[in-house]
């Protein structure tokens, strides 16, 4: 079944239930202020062509008849959610709420555009199963632009790979591809965390760091995003270097590589994340100084997205969260020390660290290309 309303008021209708259903029509006409005739109409007919359903379950209402409320048939739908790693291709399939359905993971051995885009339309395909796939997403750490193309990534030593329209070639569904970061965050925003909230902040933890911003309900995205500028943001005039000789900032305090590498310094022999988490829950001393230390560092990054954004909340995400969940009193210290008093509390909330979670992800910048109507990630 097509996502096809009929004109933008309908549009808006079945993305509203779609976000934040099941909704009454009187709780839909209020968000949309609409007059409940209008909202009737059009309500009617997008039930009629089965794009939105009566649910069976109730409303309560205080006085007069009960309320059903309107949904959508998530299951109707399906979509592939690809993120693209150096060494692995990580794929889920969802439903049209995101929701995680299978995940399966494909290793890769090659870099080159074809034989990746080939990996991926086959991995699709088989945790597609045999049902209609609406759409395929991919995310991938780097630059892409706006028709699907990765102007750099180089992780895989890419360079104006179209990979969108390569994987086109190979499935039988629209493909779209976008920085996953900004799938993350786009994630967050429609089916997460961000879902209500039209200002946010969203900060990855793992290999790097990543910030991505949800401001008036709109992703902010520019031609630099996906080059990872807040990794180099100064955190700590006294803190370790990074690769490029950074003193303190974002990747030299924040990222797994970064914790670990100090670690096995201070304690003689390689540790690795799980170990360091193990250790630092011990209270061994060396894991929780540079811990305390690295959520110091946050909280003074936090701090910094809070006072130049100001967020509703800020999210904290990545295969690195567990750093956020270890280190709670020393993040507080570091938003305290760089805050004005007088302002309000910073909201944080940890996100999954999950890999499915970026797979997630790029499942959202599927169902957003398919519920906008773009046929290919081109058009």
Not at 113 to 123: G, S
Not at 191 to 196: A, D, I, K, N
Request: hydrophobic share 45%; proline share 6%; with cysteine.
């Amino acid at each position: 079944m097509a996502w096809q309303p009929t004109d933008d008021l309908a549009q808006a209708v079945a993305l509203e239930v779609l976000l934040h259903g099941p909704l009454s029509r009187s709780d839909l006409a209020r968000r949309l202020s609409l007059a409940p005739a209008t909202l009737t109409r059009i309500s009617t007919d997008l039930i009629r062509s089965g794009l939105l359903v009566e649910s069976p379950h109730l409303a309560e209402r205080r006085t007069g008849r009960p309320s059903i409320p309107l949904d959508v048939m998530p299951e109707a739908h399906h979509f592939v959610g690809v993120k693209l790693a150096g060494d692995r291709i990580m794929a889920v399939l969802t439903n049209l709420r995101a929701d995680v359905l299978d995940h399966r993971e494909a290793l890769l051995e090659s870099h080159a555009p074809e034989y990746v885009a080939t990996r991926i339309a086959d991995l699709a395909t088989q945790i597609g199963g045999g049902l209609r796939i609406a759409a395929v997403g991919i995310g991938l750490g780097g630059v892409v632009d706006g028709r699907g193309s990765v102007s750099s990534a180089p992780f895989l030593d890419w360079h104006e790979v179209p990979l969108a329209s390569l994987v086109r070639a190979r499935v039988s569904c629209p493909v779209f591809a976008a920085n996953d970061l900004a799938a993350f965050t786009e994630a967050q925003h429609w089916f997460g965390l961000g879902s209500g909230h039209d200002n946010f902040a969203v900060i990855t933890l793992g290999v790097g760091v990543g910030f991505g911003s949800i401001a008036n309900g709109r992703l902010l995205a520019g031609p630099d995003a996906g080059v990872g500028l807040v990794g180099h943001w100064p955190l700590d005039p006294f803190g370790p270097r990074c690769r490029r000789g950074h003193r303190g900032c974002a990747d030299a305090m924040l990222t797994i590589p970064a914790i670990e590498k100090d670690l096995s310094a201070a304690l003689g022999h390689p540790v690795r994340w799980d170990e360091a988490l193990g250790l630092v829950h011990s209270d061994d001393p060396a894991a929780r100084q540079i811990f305390t230390a690295s959520g110091r560092a946050l909280g003074r990054l936090i701090a910094a997205v809070a006072n130049l954004t100001a967020p509703e909340l800020v999210i904290i995400g990545g295969e690195g969260v567990a750093l956020a969940a270890s280190t709670e009193e020393a993040i507080l210290d570091g938003v305290l020390e760089n805050r004005d008093p007088r302002a309000d509390p910073v909201r944080i909330e940890l996100a999954s660290g999950e890999n499915t979670s970026w797979c997630q992800g790029a499942a959202v910048v599927a169902i957003q290309g398919y519920v906008h109507g773009r046929l290919d990630a081109d058009t």
